[in-house]
């Protein structure tokens, strides 16, 4: 497979699309089954469908997400009837889709690496191929947010504003990312030099990014709180799970780059990873074994594969778990991203921290914006990697299916 797509980029990419949408087509249509939290949404959605506009007790976010789901079946469907399971998936994902369209132009805006293959990389990601055509927040979260990035990029601020509001009214997590996309600009400007002068310039252009935390800030005080529903199971605190996770999962998925960026690199980068990045990993190995991070009652529930996994990590197999720990730290400074990416990392920290849930949907915005900002590794690493995706995400969802488990 890797010599087949290192042989047709741009001719591959239209194909294994079409792949990932005929799997995705056949998710949508294989039952009436909803997978955990789309019960909830499709409640939500058959709701206002019907023309109820008061929500679920249940449902943690501003229904934003349900309700522009709920007006296309409207448009679709003529009113007629109540959409079914499928049909709200289908218009469900088609805005999934549009993320990939937004990636790619993303790519092409920041030139970094080959757009063709960066998408496939995006589109075929393990952690996300599966919730392409469910009825989640998380895929069309990301497409409006990937929007409100490509707009800041064309400079278009007032637009990228207002895509980064409607962010806000599907995923009330969004305001972090917000808040990464509004500073984007200054630091790829200015750098991480800190002058009144600069500020001032910046705001003065960037200055309609404001209303946007004034009505997430008036929200939070209205609410008593980020999430509407279920509040006892999301209480806000400091949490090292989905930290050690993530550098896990980057570890694991990112394997092939590490392994052709290492063999390839400068006798400076191989000391600065054996004299700093080492021993950084290390250290944060050593505190899972010494202070492994308490679970969620939620990570106790057998039928999530994450669950299953995270058992075996806390438990026999803790000395593998540390090792993508270390892996997955030499892998962030292996991606090599240039000086105004860097800016991203706190974001990333500040994103994990709060949920005591180890929920690897907490993790999809850094990861998206890893394969945008990372440099393209070897031709043959990028190929490797793009096949491992393909494998993994199909392999994933076919013995999920059959093993009626969940990410």
């Known amino acids: 497979m890797t010599d087949f797509i290192s042989r047709h980029r741009k001719e591959i990419f239209f194909p294994l699309l079409t792949l990932a949408l005929f799997v995705w087509v056949g998710i949508i249509f294989l039952g009436n089954k909803t997978y955990v939290d789309e019960a909830t949404h499709c409640r939500q959605i058959q709701r206002f469908f019907k023309g109820n506009y008061s929500m679920i007790d249940d449902l943690t976010t501003i229904p934003g997400y349900h309700a522009v789901i709920a007006t296309s079946a409207t448009i679709l469907f003529h009113g007629e009837k109540q959409p079914s399971l499928q049909e709200v998936r289908m218009v469900s994902l088609f805005f999934s889709i549009l993320s990939i369209v937004v990636f790619f132009r993303i790519s092409k805006t920041l030139r970094i690496g080959n757009p063709w293959m960066r998408t ?3 589109a075929f990601f393990p952690v996300t191929f599966l919730y392409f055509p469910l009825v989640y927040t998380d895929l069309f979260s990301i497409f409006l947010l990937l929007t409100a990035f490509l707009l800041s990029l ?9 895509v980064s509001l409607s962010c806000v009214l599907v995923r009330q997590d969004s305001i ?8 984007f600009p200054y630091v790829s400007e200015f750098g991480y030099t800190v002058s009144t002068k600069h500020i001032m310039a910046f705001l003065k252009k960037t200055f309609w990014y404001a209303p946007v935390f004034l009505f997430f800030i008036a929200f939070v005080w209205q609410n008593g709180g980020i999430a509407i529903g279920d509040k006892e199971s999301h209480v806000f605190g400091l949490y090292a799970g989905n930290v050690y996770f993530f550098l896990a ?4 998925l990112f394997l092939p780059i590490i392994v052709a960026t290492v063999k390839n690199a400068t006798d400076a980068a191989r000391k600065r990873f054996l004299t700093i990045v080492l021993p950084i990993g290390a250290a944060l190995g050593l505190s899972f074994v010494l202070l492994p991070p308490v679970l969620h009652k939620y990570n106790l529930d057998a039928h999530f594969l994450r669950n299953l996994a995270l058992g075996q990590a806390y ?11 270390v892996i997955g730290i030499g892998t962030l400074f292996f991606m090599d991203l240039k000086r105004e990416y860097l800016v991203i990392f706190p974001f990333i920290l500040a994103g994990a921290l709060p949920s005591l849930l180890i929920e690897q949907r907490y993790l999809i915005v850094p990861f998206v914006f890893l394969l945008l900002f990372r440099k393209d590794s070897t031709k043959k690493a990028e190929r490797l990697l793009t096949s491992a995706f393909i494998l993994i995400s199909l392999s994933l969802t076919f013995m999920l299916l059959r093993m009626d488990l969940f990410l």
């Open 154 to 162: 064309k400079k278009k601020y007032l637009a990228s504003a207002l």
């Open 120 to 122: 496939l990389q995006y």
């Open 315 to 325: 438990g026999d197999y803790r000395w593998l778990y540390v090792l993508m720990i």
């Open 249 to 252: 999962l980057t570890g694991l």
């Open 176 to 183: 972090l990312w917000i808040a990464f996309i509004w500073l």
